[in-house]
């Protein structure tokens, strides 16, 4: 079956470091996304990985290891706006399909 | 350039009742997508298009149609709305296939009686 794994709620200190991660079981593989979705708004794209590595985009990284089925989003010098749900996304091969996980909610506390 | 628009933003219907969302978008792009979000879950694709005048079914398309008769427009109804149906749905658009980005728009909160 596919399915996508990630922590349902976090808590992390303005300023410090989170981590974020999702593990993935899907039909093929053709590209991981994270994408930040604050309360009662659209998720908006943060991060695309296909190939095995890290990504760095200011204070946001994404990590992914296709042999592991594993990916982790980095969130630097946390901010109080950081609040919000992040999704892991996983598009297959084959076909238009992207599976989305239920979302990380990650509250950032003063 | 508004990017993807939906409307409306807020409904209620009773059981039985009928509706259909529009989804809009100004990037041009070819492909377009009907989520819809509940507590708990992440989204589910409900029907997807690749291009004007073509649609397909996705991971939950009962209970819903969908039609795309114009490339910029992607319209989602509902025939015969049930509680089930109560959910944030979603519209997407995205440029190309593989790892292109999709563009979601506001959402709209349906509640069903």
């Known amino acids: ?110 | 350039n508004a990017g993807v628009t939906q409307t409306p933003k807020f409904r209620v219907l009773k059981t039985g009742q009928s509706m259909t969302l529009l989804c809009a978008q100004d990037m041009n792009h070819e492909y377009m997508y009907w989520y819809r979000q509940d507590p708990g879950m992440g989204l589910r694709l409900i029907h997807y298009s690749v291009g004007e005048g073509t649609t397909a079914k996705g991971e939950v398309p009962d209970g819903y149609n969908v039609s795309r008769l114009k490339k910029q427009n992607f319209l989602l109804g509902l025939e015969s709305a049930a509680p089930s149906q109560t959910s944030v749905y979603f519209c997407a658009a995205s440029a190309r296939l593989g790892g292109d980005t999709q563009y979601f728009g506001p959402g709209t909160r349906l509640t069903v009686l």
């Not at chain 1, 985009?57 to 290891?65: A, D, N, P, T, V």
């Not at chain 1, 749900?85 to 091969?93: D, I, K, N």
Request: hydrophobic share 35%; charged share 15%.
């Open chain 1, 1 to 110: 079956g596919q399915n996508i794994d990630q922590p349902t709620e976090m808590t992390a200190t303005e300023g410090a470091i989170v981590q974020i991660n999702c593990t993935y079981q899907t039909s093929g593989f053709n590209g991981l996304f994270w994408y930040q979705q604050h309360a009662g708004e659209a998720p908006t794209f943060l991060s695309y990985n296909v190939l095995d590595g890290l990504e760095e985009k200011g204070r946001f990284s994404s990590f992914l290891s296709r042999s592991k089925g594993y990916s982790y989003l980095l969130l630097k010098e946390l901010q109080m706006k950081d609040s919000a749900s992040y999704l892991c996304a996983v598009r297959g091969t084959g076909g238009f399909k992207t599976i989305f996980g239920a979302g990380t909610r990650l509250f950032v506390k003063a």
